[in-house]
């Protein structure tokens, strides 16, 4: 996209709350202000990330190459699992997970309100019915004693959502699954490089699932991944991004053979080595941006630790946070809206994540799920809103979030 000096552009908010995402709240800001808008999350894609994708183009497989198993072989390695199964994004790894558990017509998966609409919808794809558990109100985490509330007879999982990139309480989480014979799945499309007693988002659940595209921690454009330790598990997902067929091209020429079996329906899930190529660059510098996700949430602590209007999300004690987001609460939804505002006048481009999924009109239509499901999520969702973070916000942009910040809220709390 780009801005011409002295003209006006429309910049559409999405997210505010649902009655004002309807009627397509717009706002003009002056080419000046977009100028330096500074985004949530963005991609950071630097020379030899472009350097690696066009040494793939050269070579000899676009797709389903030797650069897809490297790219698993990395984030394994990063993650310390076992197997790694690439896919075409964090949603179609999503779906796989949901498949490999063999999650069908009739079965109930437990999972947050408070999420990216995709965690659901893996349920949906397979037939089964995603059953919303409320957030703790300072983490906005799963709550494990919602998540027992909310068992059944026909519960098979749960998936457990690391929000912003925290992760979950696994110890807890990992008790009830036990108890009750469920699979544990991370989302952990917010969490890539985070730890919970130590122990690597990776490692926590049954299966783990990570997203690659540009707003998070590393991309490939679009991508995603599942990684566990079951190598059962791993095979099933293989066949399921490759339509349920047995083997790949590739397998298949280095034995000399063109039989191939379709054993079940699956999807064409796969992800290319052009893009795998990009991923296996991006990780390579992924423990630096960390470092520096970490550096600029610790200024914003900081900073924001003793306003009278708004504060932080709660870190806990036994983790390490990845930052995917940069989290604000509110002490009201009005607060929000108007401070809000302002910071989109100053150029700052705050966001909300997310509206508590089941209030979409898909989950209203046809499961019948309505407002008061999941309180806390729902308070929270009118009051946050998330603050720019990533390896491309520099000091300076830091310093002028908080001053901006600051002027919002100060503003606000004027007429209040
Ligand atoms: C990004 C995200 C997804 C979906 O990933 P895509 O790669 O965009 O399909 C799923 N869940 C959560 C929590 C996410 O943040």
């Given at each position: 996209?780009?801005?011409?000096?002295?003209?006006?552009?429309?910049?559409?908010?999405?997210?505010?709350?649902?009655?004002?995402?309807?009627?397509?709240?717009?706002l003009?800001?002056?080419?000046?202000a977009?100028?330096?808008?500074?985004?949530?999350?963005?991609?950071?894609?630097?020379?030899?990330?472009?350097?690696?994708?066009?040494?793939?183009?050269?070579?000899?497989?676009?797709?389903?190459?030797?650069?897809?198993?490297?790219?698993?072989?990395?984030?394994?390695?990063?993650?310390?699992?076992?197997?790694?199964?690439?896919?075409?994004?964090?949603?179609?790894?999503?779906?796989?997970?949901?498949?490999?558990?063999?999650?069908?017509?009739?079965?109930?998966?437990?999972?947050?309100?408070?999420?990216?609409?995709?965690?659901?919808?893996?349920?949906?794809?397979?037939?089964?019915?995603?059953?919303?558990?409320?957030?703790?109100?300072?983490?906005?985490?799963?709550?494990?004693?919602?998540?027992?509330?909310?068992?059944?007879?026909?519960?098979?999982?749960?998936?457990?959502?690391?929000?912003?990139?925290?992760?979950?309480?696994?110890?807890?989480?990992?008790?009830?699954?036990?108890?009750?014979?469920?699979?544990?799945?991370?989302?952990?499309?917010?969490?890539?490089?985070?730890?919970?007693?130590?122990?690597?988002?990776?490692?926590?659940?049954?299966?783990?699932?990570?997203?690659?595209?540009?707003?998070?921690?590393?991309?490939?454009?679009?991508?995603?991944?599942?990684?566990?330790?079951?190598?059962?598990?791993?095979?099933?997902?293989?066949?399921?991004?490759?339509?349920?067929?047995?083997?790949?091209?590739?397998?298949?020429?280095?034995?000399?053979?063109?039989?191939?079996?379709?054993?079940?329906?699956?999807?064409?899930?796969?992800?290319?080595?052009?893009?795998?190529?990009?991923?296996?660059?991006?990780?390579?510098?992924?423990?630096?941006?960390?470092?520096?996700?970490?550096?600029?949430?610790?200024?914003?602590?900081?900073?924001?630790?003793?306003?009278?209007?708004?504060?932080?999300?709660?870190?806990?004690?036994?983790?390490?946070?990845?930052?995917?987001?940069?989290?604000?609460?509110?002490?009201?939804?009005?607060i929000r809206d108007k401070v809000f505002r302002k910071m989109r006048e100053m150029g700052i481009?705050v966001?909300?994540?997310?509206?508590?999924?089941?209030?979409?009109?898909?989950?209203?239509?046809?499961?019948?799920?309505?407002?008061?499901?999941?309180?806390?999520?729902?308070?929270?969702?009118?009051?946050?809103f998330?603050?720019?973070?990533?390896?491309?916000?520099?000091?300076?942009?830091?310093?002028?979030?908080?001053?901006s910040y600051r002027r919002a809220l100060a503003e606000v709390e004027s007429h209040?």
């Amino acid at each position: 996209m780009r801005f011409r000096r002295g003209r006006w552009r429309e910049i559409q908010i999405v997210g505010i709350s649902m009655k004002q995402r309807q009627n397509t709240m717009s706002l003009l800001l002056s080419s000046d202000a977009l100028a330096a808008f500074l985004p949530y999350g963005r991609q950071r894609i630097e020379e030899d990330d472009i350097e690696a994708v066009v040494a793939a183009l050269r070579s000899d497989w676009l797709t389903t190459g030797p650069k897809v198993g490297e790219f698993e072989a990395a984030v394994c390695a990063f993650t310390g699992a076992q197997y790694g199964v690439a896919v075409s994004s964090g949603t179609a790894a999503l779906h796989a997970a949901m498949y490999a558990l063999g999650i069908g017509s009739g079965d109930e998966v437990i999972v947050p309100a408070m999420t990216f609409a995709a965690t659901a919808n893996g349920v949906v794809y397979q037939g089964g019915t995603p059953v919303f558990a409320d957030v703790d109100p300072e983490t906005l985490l799963i709550d494990p004693m919602d998540v027992a509330r909310k068992i059944t007879a026909k519960t098979k999982a749960i998936i457990a959502v690391d929000y912003a990139g925290q992760p979950c309480d696994y110890e807890a989480l990992r008790g009830i699954a036990d108890q009750h014979g469920l699979a544990l799945v991370a989302d952990a499309c917010h969490a890539l490089g985070g730890t919970y007693t130590g122990r690597k988002v990776g490692t926590l659940a049954d299966l783990t699932v990570f997203s690659f595209h540009p707003v998070k921690h590393i991309t490939t454009g679009e991508g995603g991944m599942v990684v566990t330790d079951n190598p059962e598990l791993a095979a099933r997902m293989r066949r399921f991004r490759n339509h349920g067929i047995d083997t790949d091209y590739r397998q298949r020429e280095a034995e000399g053979t063109w039989y191939y079996e379709m054993t079940d329906i699956g999807f064409n899930y796969r992800i290319s080595d052009i893009q795998c190529a990009l991923g296996i660059n991006q990780l390579r510098k992924l423990p630096t941006w960390l470092m520096r996700r970490r550096k600029i949430a610790g200024c914003y602590n900081d900073a924001f630790r003793d306003l009278s209007m708004a504060s932080p999300l709660v870190l806990m004690a036994n983790r390490e946070h990845a930052y995917h987001l940069y989290v604000m609460r509110h002490a009201s939804g009005v607060i929000r809206d108007k401070v809000f505002r302002k910071m989109r006048e100053m150029g700052i481009g705050v966001n909300v994540h997310y509206i508590p999924v089941y209030l979409h009109p898909y989950y209203r239509r046809v499961y019948g799920y309505a407002p008061g499901l999941c309180p806390e999520a729902e308070r929270a969702f009118s009051a946050i809103f998330t603050l720019p973070i990533g390896p491309g916000v520099s000091d300076a942009d830091v310093e002028r979030v908080v001053a901006s910040y600051r002027r919002a809220l100060a503003e606000v709390e004027s007429h209040e």
